[in-house]
DNA sequence: ACCTTTTGGTTGACGCATCAACCAAGCTAC
DNA sequence: GTAGCTTGGTTGATGCGTCAACCAAAAGGT
């Protein structure tokens, strides 16, 4: 026999089938509020957000990258285009040849100055609002434990 | 003064970016390991799936939108490339003119049938052996809260 | 009958994520 | 010093999701 059930148990299903329902529905809907509001994308919020809240808005590539667990294409090609719209530039390390900052420019730290309050509104309005402070706390008790099990777990 | 505070407490944010966090992880690493293993995308998944649990693996294209709650232009570019893939065929509607049937090929059936033992393996081993059942229905309590409250909510 | 609205669905452009291949600078060890 | 690995970062192809515009058939109203 197998040494594990070939499906999950209804309840199982049902705890599976809630959640990814109420994650689609919240990141889809937050993330299209964003981008309507900020004529930015989730991933620009994020970039500016961690840049700007850390100092100066100037960082090492890389670590922008372990930051927010992304791997370096996807913060290239991310960065690619932030430089393109004028949100951040680079500039090259002088201590590491191949290296290279990330620099938040005057209009990066405008659009994320206007968008940020804006966007915790989204988050409290749809998600924060709809638990108590308890719940809350529960359910970053869950993730915390789902992250930590995820982290033991190859791949 | 604001008829709502600025900024989320400590708390609230804590709790927001524990949720965030384990879903980015988690939606991520499902989503490679479903397309690593099996050549289908989650989308591809998603949609045979529901398609064969649905009687004879034919369902209306507007049908399958409401049920998996895509917009129309998302399921139409999605079933462009399943047909390319040769997962599923249309199939144009008798009783309506415009509407169309879409149906799993025998390849769509035999690509879900293969693929799901494997998808159900990693939900398992990545979500749902991290918490205990009584946790999990707490998770569902509190995930259908959440979409609760959104559908009330604008936009 | 005619006009309007709703419904069912397609299309094209664009931004984003992933994968794999690549390049250059630094590090290690011999 | 030089061979080989590791680290920092880019690039291009491909698939996916969104938005806006569009078209055609079907209902509904008068």
Same mark, same amino acid.
Do not use: N
């Given at each position: 026999?197998?040494?594990?059930?070939?499906?999950? $148990?209804?309840? &199982?299903?049902?705890?599976?089938? =809630? *959640?990814?329902?109420? @994650?689609?529905?919240?990141?889809? +809907?937050?993330?299209?509020?964003? &981008?309507?509001?900020? #004529?930015?994308?989730?991933?620009?919020?994020?970039?500016?957000?961690?840049? $700007?809240?850390?100092?100066?808005? +100037?960082? +090492? *590539?890389?670590?922008?990258?372990?930051?927010? /667990?992304?791997?370096? =294409? +996807?913060? =290239?090609? &991310?960065?690619?285009?932030?430089?393109?719209?004028?949100?951040?530039?680079?500039?090259?390390?002088?201590?590491?040849?191949?290296?290279? *900052?990330?620099?938040?420019?005057?209009?990066?730290? /405008? !659009?994320?100055?206007? !968008?940020?309050?804006?966007?915790?509104?989204?988050?409290? #309005?749809? *998600?924060?609002?709809?638990?108590? @402070?308890?719940?809350?706390?529960?359910?970053?008790?869950? =993730?915390?434990?789902?992250? !930590?099990?995820?982290?033991? &777990?190859?791949?």
């Amino acid at each position: 026999m197998d040494a594990t059930p070939r499906w999950l $148990t209804p309840e &199982q299903k049902a705890a599976w089938d =809630s *959640f990814i329902r109420m @994650q689609e529905k919240l990141i889809g +809907r937050l993330s299209r509020r964003v &981008q309507a509001d900020s #004529r930015m994308s989730p991933a620009d919020y994020l970039v500016l957000a961690k840049l $700007t809240e850390s100092g100066d808005g +100037r960082m +090492r *590539f890389m670590d922008l990258a372990k930051l927010v /667990e992304w791997e370096k =294409s +996807r913060m =290239s090609h &991310q960065v690619g285009r932030m430089v393109k719209r004028g949100l951040v530039a680079k500039e090259d390390c002088p201590d590491d040849g191949r290296g290279a *900052f990330v620099v938040a420019t005057p209009a990066g730290h /405008e !659009a994320i100055a206007e !968008a940020a309050p804006v966007h915790v509104d989204h988050v409290r #309005r749809l *998600f924060v609002d709809a638990l108590t @402070q308890d719940e809350l706390d529960t359910l970053a008790r869950l =993730s915390d434990r789902v992250v !930590a099990h995820m982290e033991k &777990q190859p791949d």
